[in-house]
């Protein structure tokens, strides 16, 4: 009689090693397996989505405090060359700091950078006076601080102030 339990444990510890990769869901009490759960998702209605772009209320994010200082290693004042983008259906954006260049390049576009609806990142900002300042040169534009530097590797950039549009990136 010893026997049966000692070849039924041998044979319970080779059928755990013949099954395929089990995931941690699997093996858990309860746990779903993927197929279980994907077939009970509702499915997606895409007669729901708006007709137009949500843009998000940015006037929860009052203090902006705990962002600051930005700092973008791979960004300088300068001037660019201007080339031709791209990339349908891209909302104008651009791309400054709190240096004197910024500001009035700022000031000097901010009718244009208005009317085209373009949405500023100020990507080298030290403090909340230092945003004031750029926000200043344009009023009604809404301009965040934000760290360029993932934009600066992607778009191949190298200065700011720069306009950055659908179809061109220029100065």
Known sequence: MKRIPSAYNFAMLLAAFAQPGLSFAEVQPGGFTR????????????KTQPARAIHADLSAFADETWILPVRSSHLSPGQITTRTLDMPGL?????????????????????????MGAAGLAVVVTDTQALARIRAAAPGITILPVNGNDIASRLKIEHYPVLITATSLEQ
């Open 35 to 46: 197929p279980q759960f994907e077939a009970s998702r509702p499915p997606i209605n895409n």
């Open 91 to 115: 909302q104008p954006f651009f791309l400054v700091g709190e240096d004197p260049q910024s500001l009035a390049w700022l000031h000097q576009r901010a009718t244009e950078l208005q009317e």
